[in-house]
């Protein structure tokens, strides 16, 4: 088993519809979860991070975290063309192995016009 | 400002040379990271400093040597790379260790 595993994707969602992307990890010691955005031959740029259960909105974009059930997922409300990238969901334990986070493979979302 | 900058965007090297990547962060930041990405695969990482000094070591071939001359900058010594070393190689800081990235551009470096 991954430590951290996203939707295997790719995913398709017609422009204006929302995608939601999912991210399971293993280890109940994690404490800080990301998403990052990685456009096709760039580098990953921050989307969210969240630190506590619940939701985090900025934007179109909310952030859900579930400790107990060890998922993170990303809604991305009014998909727009320009959303059309790879997510990357990374997570950290905190203290122990400080400083490391593990990534999932990556979803990469397609929004059609 | 939430910028990290890297020198060079792109690097051909021959096995036998020695270069270095430079990344930059003005952010305040005390942990930088450096990370390997190949295509189609998440980033790789490397090694991160906090506070300077060698914080993790994934345990990278000596043939990558890191150095942190000071809070806001974070080199890459290369020498007698391989073919296989060919990749992004992408620097981030954040405000600590633990915390949100913010990931350079990249040097994109071909070995020949």
């Known amino acids: 088993q991954k430590e951290v595993e996203q939707n295997s994707g790719p995913l398709s969602v017609p422009e204006g519809a929302i995608a939601s992307l999912n991210c399971t990890y293993s280890?109940?010691?994690?404490?800080?979860f990301f998403w990052y955005r990685q456009y096709s031959g760039k580098s990953p740029e921050l989307i969210m991070s969240?630190?506590?259960?619940g939701d985090k909105e900025d934007g179109r974009f909310t952030a859900q975290l579930n400790k107990a059930s060890q998922y993170v997922s990303l809604l991305i409300r009014d998909s727009q063309p320009s959303d059309s990238a790879t997510y990357l969901c990374?997570?950290?334990?905190?203290?122990?192995?400080?400083?490391?986070?593990?990534f999932g493979d990556g979803t990469t979302l397609t929004v059609k016009p | 400002d939430t910028e990290v900058t890297q020198t060079p965007k792109h690097l051909v090297m021959g096995m036998t040379n020695k270069k270095s990547l430079k990344c930059e962060q003005h952010?305040?930041?005390?942990?930088m990271y450096w990370y390997k990405q190949k295509a189609k695969k998440p980033p790789e990482l490397m090694f991160v400093?906090?506070?300077?000094?060698?914080?993790i070591n994934e345990s990278v071939p000596s043939r990558f040597s890191p150095e942190c001359p000071n809070s806001s900058l974070l080199n890459l010594h290369l020498h007698a790379l391989q073919p296989e070393d060919s990749a992004l190689y992408l620097c981030?800081?954040?405000?600590?260790?633990?915390?949100?990235?913010?990931f350079g551009p990249g040097t994109r470096l071909t070995v020949t």
């Open positions: 981030a800081s954040s405000q600590d260790l633990d915390y949100e990235q913010y």
């Open positions: 280890d109940r010691g994690s404490q800080s």
């Open positions: 952010m305040g930041h005390r942990a």
């Open positions: 990374a997570v950290n334990r905190f203290r122990t192995n400080a400083g490391k986070s593990t």
């Open positions: 969240i630190y506590s259960n």
């Open positions: 400093y906090s506070y300077e000094k060698l914080s």
